[in-house]
């Protein structure tokens, strides 16, 4: 199988991937492509080769191939409240700021199969007494795969047991099967989970006092980073922040944050 793809075929794929989304591709990467698209390119599939599903790509009209290249080609990992520092700065956030707000809005914008969102959430919701009333969650993944597993809302007893405490899992999830933990609808109906590429102009009327964009702009070109960072500088509220991966830097980049701690930024002007 590795061998029916050809190099110039391999950089084919990277570049419509990369228009399509921003994700950069690595020569490395190819052997990843390969055993990815297995899913959809063989002998008994409905595209024998991969020049066959190249040509397929490229002429589709409805979109719906393209998502489905596009699902198996991103990065999905998550789990429940990874990086803790980060939903501590949250935390802090609201204390410090939620009550003067009119309201308040997140946004999760790699969310992947939802752990982030309802972590988010499960924070939100516990420093509920002294905030607006008006507040939302949004959480969005370019994979349409990811998201209806997010909307569904229904893990792996292990990873629920893992890294949310019992208190919590008593109070936000339901626990229908030995094997698995399902969050309870007064916690997902604060979250609204839709498909959206970042490389897309952002439909928000609303500004934005915390965005999660942890683990993304490492697989984005530096033009696309700087896009996409200024595009969420924009959104925020003054005092706003924008969290990303505890491995990924904004260094290079000529962006209008100011460093607030580590891989947190804030927005300190309008």
């Not at 006092?209 to 942890?214: E, K, Q």
């Amino acid at each position: 199988m590795s061998d029916e793809l050809s190099d110039a075929l391999f950089g084919r794929f990277a570049k419509f991937l990369f228009q399509k989304t921003g994700i950069s591709l690595k020569d490395y990467k190819k052997y990843l492509v390969i055993n990815r698209l297995s899913s959809l390119v063989g002998p008994d599939k409905s595209y024998p080769t991969f020049e066959d599903f190249y040509d397929a790509l490229t002429s589709d009209l409805d979109g719906r191939l393209t998502q489905d290249f596009i699902n198996v080609l991103t990065t999905n990992f998550s789990y429940f409240f990874r990086d803790p520092i980060h939903f501590s700065v949250m935390e802090q956030y609201l204390q410090a700021l939620g009550s003067q707000q009119d309201y308040l809005r997140f946004w999760s914008a790699a969310s992947s199969t939802g752990e982030e969102a309802y972590s988010m959430a499960i924070v939100l919701t516990k420093c509920s007494a002294s905030l607006p009333a008006n507040r939302r969650i949004l959480a969005s993944d370019i994979s349409t795969k990811v998201l209806t597993l997010a909307e569904r809302g229904v893990y792996n007893a292990e990873g629920v047991e893992k890294y949310v405490t019992p208190e919590d899992r008593l109070r936000f999830f339901s626990h229908p099967e030995p094997s698995k933990y399902a969050v309870k609808p007064d916690l997902k109906v604060g979250v609204d989970f839709r498909q959206f590429n970042l490389l897309s102009t952002f439909p928000f009327q609303k500004k934005m006092d915390i965005v999660f964009l942890r683990n993304v702009l490492i697989y984005m070109g530096p033009e696309e980073r700087l896009d996409v960072v200024e595009r969420i500088y924009a959104q925020l509220k003054p005092g706003g922040l924008l969290l990303i991966g505890l491995s990924e830097s904004l260094a290079g980049l000529r962006h209008r944050f100011k460093m607030h701690r580590g891989s947190v930024f804030q927005k300190t002007s309008r």
